[in-house]
């Protein structure tokens, strides 16, 4: 089994920061991608940030030189720390991991966390 525990949501003043974290348990080889989305009310989820894992990163445009994702791979954590925050980045944010589940075979797969919300007002 494999469990995907997302924690650091709340309610933010505009401005200011939070960060969120996730992290991966249970049986499995290696993690390989992992990233961050979100999904507002009524919008579709897009993809705010992924890191590999030797650490290469991307961001979406709308939040770059505000956010960092890192990891922790003894840990088998990734985080997120968003710096000026805006009401815009109100969403529900989720945790994607793709992993190894064996050393004997090839194929991965992804797994979600259950999304913790952020909300920022203004």
């Known amino acids: 089994q494999v469990h995907v525990v997302e924690s650091g949501g709340g309610l933010v003043q505009a401005g200011g920061s939070l960060r969120l974290s996730c992290a991966a348990s249970?049986?499995?080889?290696?993690?390989?991608?992992m990233g961050w989305y979100r999904q507002a009310p009524g919008e579709q989820r897009e993809l705010v940030a992924t890191?590999?894992?030797?650490?290469?990163?991307n961001y979406v445009d709308s939040v770059k030189g505000r956010f960092t994702i890192s990891r922790d791979n003894a840990k088998n954590t990734v985080y997120l720390q968003m710096n000026s925050l805006k009401p815009e980045d109100t969403a529900v944010y989720y945790c994607?991991?793709?992993?190894?589940?064996?050393?004997?075979?090839?194929?991965?797969?992804?797994?979600w966390g259950q999304g913790t919300q952020v909300t920022v007002s203004s």
């Open positions: 890191i590999s894992s030797g650490g290469s990163t």
């Open positions: 249970g049986s499995f080889f290696s993690i390989n991608d």
């Open positions: 994607n991991a793709n992993i190894k589940r064996s050393r004997y075979f090839t194929s991965s797969s992804n797994y």
